[in-house]
């Protein structure tokens, strides 16, 4: 019988034991624990930051180490608090070694019972990365190059001279494009992956993202995994396309800009949401037969909702398009006496011109408020228009259409 192997990812509270796992041994790595102490959440309605001084303490080998200041509550009122720690170059001049290990105490003011405590929670560092493929970078621009690495002990055949390997045993995947980093597009350098050096274990190469991957349009957004074929050690490294902060200097903080896709806009009578038909959107002129989720029709929450469209453009290539739709209450103001307007219209007693200087009047004075979206084309539904000067379809229904009428 054949078991397959399942991999299981977990939340680790801290209990009162001594726990241990491994961590790479690298200066500024980042090990993060967990304080699950309910007693600390005394604000029910925000996430709360508690100062660690007194309550955290942190040793690499018994010798004390500077900790973070602050732990910062991981939801609100879930009384389990994050706490990071970046390992130090050094300890007492010594640099991070194979088999040391970090221990962090946790001063409970009162356990179950009542009592002050102390928890401990241990991690073992090694050399070994704990996932054989990384990148330089996880957010990368478009056209923009950065280092891709592997460990992979049993490609070092020579222990005298750097080793090689070939491009195409790491696989890139976008959404459903598959392709390999000898795939010319990605412009890599050197021509293979090398070893940093004799006997390192470590192999590297500087790849670019490329504008297009087997066709594919490479778009703000997308997200690029460089999967490692051997079956022996399977392992990917995810890359988001954007930017980084290194490109954008202080003025965002030392972080990289808000991600901004193209959006549209939708309105709602009530708080909750509103079916939302994008299928004439703008954004999605020239695909066929796009597939897209969540489809068009769906019901989309109040806020914020990121859509992704496969597709073919007019030249059939496959294409994958990613906007935001955005849904907000109604305020729309439209007085009743509009619609017998629209139906003279509708019956042809009133011209375009003549509705939309109409229109345009009430907006400028005031008297009518519409919103809506230009992204869902550029004429107005007529035939809407129509139904709800018939009472037919609510105002809601007949929003955009007028909005594009006033505009």
Not at 2 to 31: D, H, N, Q, R
Not at 116 to 131: G, I, K, M, R, Y
Not at 208 to 236: C, H, L, Q, W
């Amino acid at each position: 019988m054949m078991i397959s192997e399942t991999k299981f990812f977990f939340v680790l509270l801290l209990l009162p034991v001594s726990l241990a796992f491994a961590e790479p041994a690298v200066p500024g790595t980042v090990l993060t624990f967990y304080i699950n102490d309910i007693n600390l959440s005394t604000d029910h309605r925000a996430v709360m930051t508690i100062p660690t001084s007194g309550l955290v303490d942190f040793t690499i080998n018994g010798v004390s180490v500077s900790g973070p200041d602050a732990m910062v509550e991981t939801g609100i009122d879930t009384g389990v608090f994050q706490v990071q720690l970046t390992l130090p170059d050094s300890v007492n001049g010594k640099p991070l070694k194979d088999g040391d290990v970090v221990l962090m105490t946790y001063h409970q003011r009162a356990d179950y019972s009542g009592n002050p405590t102390d928890v401990t929670q241990s991690v073992v560092l090694t050399s070994t990365p704990s996932s054989p493929v990384s990148s330089s970078s996880s957010n990368v621009r478009i056209g923009q190059y950065f280092k891709l690495q592997l460990y992979a002990p049993n490609y070092n055949l020579d222990s005298f001279t750097p080793d090689d390997i070939p491009l195409d045993m790491v696989e890139v995947h976008m959404g459903g494009v598959q392709t390999t980093l000898a795939d010319s597009s990605f412009q890599v350098n050197p021509y293979t992956m090398r070893e940093t050096g004799p006997n390192t274990d470590t192999f590297e190469v500087n790849v670019k993202i490329p504008k297009s991957i087997v066709g594919f349009p490479v778009e703000m957004g997308s997200t690029i995994e460089f999967r490692f074929k051997d079956p022996s050690m399977p392992s990917s490294v995810f890359v988001t396309v954007g930017g980084t902060s290194s490109n954008y200097g202080s003025s965002y903080g030392g972080t990289s800009p808000p991600l901004v896709l193209p959006s549209m806009t939708f309105y709602s009578t009530n708080s909750v949401g509103v079916k939302v038909n994008y299928t004439n959107s703008a954004l999605l002129s020239g695909l066929q037969s796009p597939v897209c989720s969540p489809p068009s029709g769906s019901f989309f929450m109040t806020g914020a909702t990121t859509v992704t469209c496969a597709a073919r453009d007019a030249n059939g290539n496959s294409v994958i398009k990613t906007f935001t739709v955005n849904v907000v209450q109604s305020q729309n103001k439209i007085p009743s006496w509009t619609k017998k307007t629209v139906k003279s219209w509708c019956a042809g007693d009133t011209t375009d011109d003549q509705l939309s200087s109409s229109l345009q009047y009430l907006v400028m004075r005031g008297i009518m408020s519409v919103q809506g979206d230009s992204n869902l084309g550029s004429s107005p539904d007529k035939t809407t228009l129509c139904l709800w000067s018939d009472n037919k379809v609510s105002d809601s229904d007949a929003a955009n259409s007028l909005y594009l009428l006033s505009k």
